[in-house]
Each structure stands twice: as C-alpha cells, then as structure tokens.
C-alpha cells in the first residue's frame, strides 16, 4: 500500500470544538481517495458517518499508555535480550499504579480514561494490574506478547504472538480486545502483511503508524489522522481518511454503531497513527515518548491545541509507565543515542504530563469508535 499525502486543504477539513456542555452531534465524513494499491487502481466514494461527543463541550483527545516495562523497550534491545528479561527488576506495576493514580485524580470535568496498550509478558506476570487498570475504567488493548520488531518476523511468527498475548489479556478481563499497537511503531512499508493478520486475529483497530521518518519505525507518506484500512485480497489495500464534520451536514437516517457496522464484518481496521504537527512540509512529533520528554511543554501544548483547533482534529498521545520514572536502574553498554532517548528528561514528564491532562481533554481509541455511527 502506498500512501499519498492528502492535497485536501486544511480549512477544508471542518469539525468540532463546539462551546456547548450538551452531548454534542458531529459528522465524520470518509472520502476514499484514489491511490495505487500493488497495482490497482481503486475507485473513489465516501461513506457518511455520525460521531456523538462526550458530554464535555472541547474535542477530546486519545490518551494512549503503552505497558511495558524500562528494560523492554526497543533501544535498550543492543544489551538486553528477551531471554534475560525475567533478571530484571519489574517496575512496572508501581509506575502503573502511579499513572491510574494522576489519571484517578484529574476531574476536566470528568475523569480521564485511556487505552492500555499491555505487552502479553506483562499481562502473564501481572494479571491483577492489567485488573486494577480495568476497573478504573480504561480500555485494555494488545501490545503483542514479547516485543519484536513486526518487520523481523515471519507472518507466522507474528501471528502466534499476536494470537498468545491477545488470548492472555482477553482471559483475564473477560472483554474482546479489539486494539493493536505494534512494538516500536514497527508496521512500516516493508511489513504492512501485518494488517491481513491483525484482521484475521479478530483486531478492529490498529495504532502502530507513525507517519515520520524515523531509522526504526515511522511511514511518513501515510495520513496524519486516523484513517480505514480496507483489505481487497491479494494483499491489496484501499484507505480512506477519516473527516470529521459538523451537525448541520447530519442526515436523516438512523445511525448504526461504527463497531455494528460493516467493519465487524469486513475486511477493515480503523488506524489511529500517532500524531504529529506539519512543520515546512515535514511531519514533527510532539505527541508522546521522548518526544514529548524532549520538548519544552509550551511548544507541544501550542502543536496539540494546533491540531484541535486549526485542522480540527482529535490527536492521539503515547506514553510509558516508566518514562515517569527516574528511579530506574541504569542500563550499562548502550550507544549515547539510546541513552539520550531513553534517559531524557525521565524527572520533569509526570509533572508536564499533569499539565497535559489539565490543558486537554482525553479519552479511549474505543470510545471514538462506539461513538461513531453510520448515517
Ligand atoms: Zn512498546
């Protein structure tokens, strides 16, 4: 699949914000644009859909937490293997527990909700956390069970981990999980195969796009905001971005949940890419990990308020347990680059996240897709 940069100016992408502290009615508009798909050329249309807010009067956003643990993650991966992990002091359930508790005690104006993305190893060891973040409310969704990169897999390979860590979350909280995040953003050109098995595996949603140049991850063609992907077969693929659009524009037919609708039973995942501001024609993150440790807050308050208010969108933020964390054990042997982007900043991003959750409006990838509905 390839993915063309949308030519569709930014004034035209109207929607939401509206200063009303009723449940609010909006439109999302998908157009689907033609494109090459290996090949094909696929036609274009548009399908009307219906998004009801929270009952709050800003856009909310999509807080997204990705459990794992400090010695899990990709750029410590050069000096810690898979089969060592078990060596390592476990933090995650305190710096967890750490975050239910800021998000428990945030109230603007009600309380924030988000959606976990837990790897399958934590999941076996910590099932009561993976409990305690259920019933605060948030959404539990996949991260895959041991944290490889997609693209140095096998299909097969890839689908057993997907298959064990799905089946491990969805044993313990007795809910379908129907979210995936790949390790490391790692659905990139050369393994977009990951789709066709995220479909077949009972997925209707993926956030593991980051539309950046990046020199592990990232598909910087691909569109900013979340978006359908359609699976015609013979590894062929449509998209079709979605655009939110306001009452007026609303029809008189009856809506249909978007998780009811077709998507259930296509071949379709909703894809929630990691937002980015569009700086002289380059996609910059701001929007979560070191990123958002690296930047000065004003600097990414004022991209995020960006995307809400200028290109009226909803943007998707990501963050670890342990990037709250400046206790951590230091990890000896790493390049100066892994070391920067692991260990920047770890003592001032609880405090900027707080401001965040004060300064927007969050909640799950689930609540926007049950929210949606067909017009
Ligand atoms: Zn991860």
Known sequence: MRFKPSTRPLQDCNIVSKETAVLQHFFLIVNRKSQIVSGNFTTQHSTLITYNSLTHSLMFNILTIDIEDYFQVHALSSVIKYEDWDKFECRIERNTDRILEILDSVRSPQKVQGTFFVLGWIAERYPDLVRRIQKGGHEIACHGYAHKLIYNQSKEEFREDVKKAKATLEDITGNEVIGY????????????????????????????????????????????????????????????????????????????????????????????????????????????????????????????????????????????????????PRINGLSSRSKFRHYVNLNKTENKFKRLLGDFQFSTVRDLIENCSTA
């Not at 009811?260 to 890419?273: D, R, W």
């Not at 909803?314 to 951590?328: G, L, R």
Request: glycine share 6%; hydrophobic share 35%.
């Open 181 to 328: 995040r790949a390790p490391s953003y790692s659905i990139t050109e050369k393994s977009q195969w990951a789709f066709e098995v995220l479909v077949g595996e009972g997925f209707k949603y993926d956030s593991s796009i980051f539309p950046i140049r990046h020199d592990f991850y990232g598909m910087s063609n691909a569109p900013r905001f979340p978006f359908i992907i359609s699976l015609n077969g013979n590894n062929n693929f449509e998209f079709s971005v979605l655009n939110f659009e306001e009452q007026q524009h609303r029809t008189t037919s009856a809506p249909n949940n978007l998780l009811t609708h077709s998507l259930i039973n296509s071949n379709s995942l909703i894809e929630f890419p990691i937002s980015t501001v569009r700086i002289l024609g380059q996609n910059i993150p701001i929007s979560g990990g070191g990123y958002f440790r690296l930047l000065p807050y004003p600097l990414i308050k004022k991209g995020l308020k960006r995307i809400n208010e200028v290109e009226q969108k909803p943007f998707i933020f990501y963050m670890h347990p342990w990037e709250i964390d400046p206790e951590q």
